[in-house]
């Protein structure tokens, strides 16, 4: 299919070209680098409970009354990203032990990175054999969710917009974390799947000197932990140097009082 405006959720295009971040744990960095994959869980596998609220919802037509998260569910994966460069609140949620690190691209060459991995571009359109879509996510409050559960028509041809848009709508809570969100739905015959495993994650082959921008470390981690494994990923895979930093959150400056 082609990617057409449907396919961007509360993005306009401008939107793309946007430096996105993710946190990931220092192993999964270099096993990107190892394996050329970026991986993506089901949807099923994130944690906050309000998420797939529409998946786990009751449906009913008539006298039936049914649910549709086992077939929706297992067949949509996706991964979170964020428009924060730096905050505090990322580095202590997603790097407990002070080790990981921050990667940073833009919506559109993770696009062009699917798009290779799955099919192939033609001109400027986006061509997938399944459903692909990029959203900025929404953060409401409990009873603004609520409202805009009952105000959604539901069209049993056409689910799978409502559960993508649903995907694209968080409690505020969560607002901090400003995410840009990728979906991909598949079903089990998707023969353009580079790798599907038992435990509900997807593979996509990459090329990361494509894709990553920067790799920046953590601000609390040792500076022997980051001079080896900036070494590691410049001579391993031959990363730039220049490319690779450590956060400078909590850099401090003393700053000039005058006494009068």
């Known amino acids: 299919m082609i990617l057409k405006k449907e396919n961007f959720i509360n993005l306009n295009e401008s939107e793309l070209d946007e430096a996105i971040y993710r946190i990931f744990p220092i192993e999964r960095a270099v096993q990107l680098f190892e394996n050329k ?17 529409f998946l786990k919802s009751n449906f009913s037509e008539g006298d039936e009354v049914f649910s549709i998260e086992e077939d929706e569910g297992n067949f949509c994966f996706g991964q979170c990203w964020s428009f924060i460069e730096d905050s505090d609140a990322m580095w ?30 033609v001109g400027l359109n986006y061509v997938f054999d399944a459903s692909v879509y990029i959203g ?26 409502s559960v993508v848009e649903s995907l694209c709508v968080k409690r505020d809570s969560f607002k901090h ?10 079903d089990d015959s998707d023969s353009k799947i580079i790798k599907k495993t038992p435990n509900h994650l997807i593979g996509f082959q990459i090329n990361p ?23 590691h990923l410049a001579t ?3 990363f730039p140097k220049s490319r690779i930093v450590k956060s400078n959150l909590y850099d401090f400056t003393p700053l ?3 006494i009068n």
């Open 256 to 258: 000039t009082f005058i």
């Open 236 to 238: 391993e895979f031959s």
């Open 177 to 186: 974390e400003e995410e840009a969100r990728i979906l991909y739905f598949t």
């Open 92 to 121: 202590r949620i997603y790097s407990h032990d002070k080790q990981s690190v921050r990667i940073k691209t833009t919506l559109r060459k993770l696009l062009n990175c699917l798009n290779s991995s799955c099919s192939m571009q």
């Open 136 to 161: 900025k996510v929404e953060y409401r409050a409990i009873e603004q969710i609520e409202e805009w559960a009952s105000n959604q028509k539901v069209c049993k041809n056409n689910i799978q917009k």
């Open 37 to 53: 994959e970026l991986v993506m869980p089901t949807i099923k596998a994130w944690e906050d409970v309000y998420e797939n609220f």
């Open 209 to 231: 000197m494509e894709l990553i921008d920067e790799i920046a470390f953590d601000p609390r981690a040792e500076q022997s932990f980051y001079n080896a494994y900036k070494n």
